[in-house]
Structure formats: C-alpha cells, structure tokens
C-alpha cells in the first residue's frame, strides 16, 4: 500500500525565499518504501513573482508540484484550501522561508507511518516535527538574542515544530477548518498530547528576524497568539508540556554569555512596554 506525502507552502510574497525552499524539499533523501510526494505552493494575496518561480521549479521523479493562487493574503485561508486539495496520508506544513535538510521529509514520514503501511497505521493520530537550526543573522543584535534563545529548553528539547511540523491524516481530522488565529503551529501541536508527538533528528534552517525592532514586534505576536489560544481553547492547555528554563541555567548563560543575555533581557523587557508597537495583527518583521 503506497503513502502519499503532502507538503503544503503557505507563501505571500515570497519571492525571495520560495525557490530555495521548493530546492530544499525536492532535494529530499528517497521517501520511505514506496511513498511519493506532493507539494502545493499556496500564493496568497501575492503581488511579487512569488507563483510564477514556483511554477517554474521542476520537481523530480516520484514528486509533483501545484501552485494554488487566492487572491486574499489569508495564512490560515491558505491553509484551509490547501488541506483540501491535499490527498496525501502525510501532511506536512511549511514555512516558504525554511529549508529542509534532505533527511527531514522522509524522517518525519517514517515517524507518522510507523511499521508496515497499513490502513491501521494511517489512523492513528501523530504529529511530528524536525531539529531546528537558526542561520546565522547578519544583524549583531539577532545574533546575540539567538546565542540565548537556541539553548532554552523548548528550543533544545521537546518538539517546537515552529517553521515546519507535519501530521497523520487522522491527526489532522482532530478539527475541522483552520481557525482565524495568530499561532497555527502552537494551535496545532496543542492538539496532541506530548506522548503523541515525536522529534526527528533531521535539521531544518529557520531564519530568524533581523534587528531588536522586528525582535520585539515578532516575539510580542508570538506572546499574543499564546494568549489567544489559551482564551478560545483552554481545553488544550492539558497538553502543553513546554518546560521553564530553570534559574541555574539562566545564570550560567548570563556568566558564559552576558552580551547575549542582556540582548535578550533587553527583548523580553521591550516586548511588555509600547516600545515598537504595530497596529497589524500579523507581524512577519522581515
């Protein structure tokens, strides 16, 4: 019995990033067993050239590519539409700025469709997602907030799944559309319990915002969209298992890294003041 792997690309305005992005999963290590591969690009609300590169990318034997335009610049429309499209037993959802090493797709493949392709393994609810690595920023400032960020515990243990996470089919049937909220990621790893899901060892890049203006704008969003979830569905509380950095391990990263900390100190102070405040609800900061 084959398994169909479905990666879906929300993009708006991605010109940029979505060529190497499109490289990235096309350069994927061969697909457990008999698997193959579907990727939709979906464009929305795009007035850059971001469609038209992906429709020029030539996807490899065993992969097949289809960009879904809407005119509306909806991430959580996007996704809506690209889940029905999707046929695949594998729904893989990633960010049109990440590159996936080549081992990530057909790990997180094998974790979702554990043992023998049955229709038995199809239904069980999984979710999983990869290694983060953060490139290293040009801006001095980000560089420093990231020498900190990438050693709390969330980051280092757990499964984060921000930038790329992915889902069994009936994991996904755990709810219906997509809602309108600012975290989809956290939405959706919330919607599993810690003991059902996994972390590969496979890496991905996630780039991180430049300069303490889009630190603070993106990290006050992320604060923002913790919240919303926790008012509209408390419910998924139970499942939160993100650990706390403890207080020895903050001073140790303050004694081995003071100029990093005091970036990220800076940061987390900003983030509760009006300091660089937007009026969007969105904030990419890039």
Known sequence: MSVLVSVLI?????????????DAV????????NAEGEVLVLANGCSDETAAQARAVQP???????????AEGSKLGA?????????GDVLVYLDADVTVSPQLIPQLTAALIA???????RCVPRYASGSPQVPRAQSAI????????????FFTNGVPGFGIFAMSRAGRQRWEDWPDIIADDIFARLNFAPTERIRVPATYNWP????????????RRQNAGVAEIAHHYPNLAMNEDKPRPAKADLLRLMATDPAGFVVYALVAAAVKTPLFASSKRWTRGR
């Not at 096309?26 to 067993?33: M, N």
């Not at 490899?60 to 809407?70: N, T």
């Not at 043992?115 to 038995?120: F, I, K, L, M, N």
């Open 10 to 22: 929300p993009a708006h305005n991605e010109a940029g990033y979505i060529g190497s992005c499109l």
């Open 115 to 121: 043992g023998p392709s049955t229709a038995a393994n």
């Open 60 to 70: 490899p034997e065993g992969w097949k590519l289809k960009v879904i335009e809407q």
């Open 142 to 153: 980000t560089r420093a907030y990231a020498r900190i960020w990438t050693q709390l515990p």
């Open 26 to 33: 096309f350069a994927s290590d061969p697909l457990p067993g």
């Open 79 to 87: 996704l809506n539409v690209g889940d029905a499209a999707a046929r």
């Open 208 to 219: 991180m915002v430049e300069g303490l203006r889009n630190l603070v704008r993106v990290r």
